[in-house]
């Protein structure tokens, strides 16, 4: 039996249309690819039909700064800090303590605690990444496919575009 659903990051599964499918074009950017769908559907034609497909994936990395001492505990503090303001409000909710008192305690720990599991993981690198940066996957093209059923359909509509 053929597998008819991929995972899509965030939102679940992702509909694979099964049978043949015909390309309406291909696109630079994924702008471009999406507004032939927008089109499609501001005409009233079936986009469940429809899917943009990025194509010649690459791994992107930008460097965004330089990582020491000082931003590793920086950015260790910041999430610590975040996770016991969460801590907080948790001891808050399911206790008698005050709000403040709680958020006071669960932020001075989290920051505490995140300072200083930063520093002891930038230790362990050992100078191997003194950097910091954003990972992104990135298509070199996109195309917009559509049901074989559907083709002359969405290639009339899009002719009056």
């Known amino acids: 039996m053929m597998n ?46 429809t899917q943009i497909v990025g194509s ?6 930008q460097i965004t700064g330089r990582l020491n001492w000082g931003r590793a505990l920086l950015y260790g503090a910041t999430s610590g800090a975040w996770f016991g303001v969460f801590v907080g409000l948790l001891l808050s909710i399911l206790s008698t303590t005050a709000f403040w008192k709680a958020m006071v305690w669960g932020l001075s720990w989290g920051v505490l605690f995140g300072g200083i599991f930063a520093l002891f993981q930038f230790a362990m690198t050992a100078g191997r990444r003194d950097f910091t940066s954003r990972s992104a996957v990135i298509p070199s093209r996109y ?19």
Request: net charge negative.
């Open 56 to 61: 010649d994936l690459r791994m992107v990395e």
């Open 4 to 49: 008819t659903t991929a995972v899509k990051a965030g939102r679940g599964p992702v509909e694979r249309h099964p049978g043949e499918q015909v390309s309406l074009g291909s696109f630079a950017t994924y702008d471009e690819a999406q507004s032939v769908v927008d089109y499609l559907a501001d005409h009233e034609f079936e986009v469940e039909t």
């Open 143 to 161: 195309q917009v496919l559509v049901m074989a059923s559907h083709g002359d359909h969405a290639r009339s509509v899009l002719s009056t575009r």
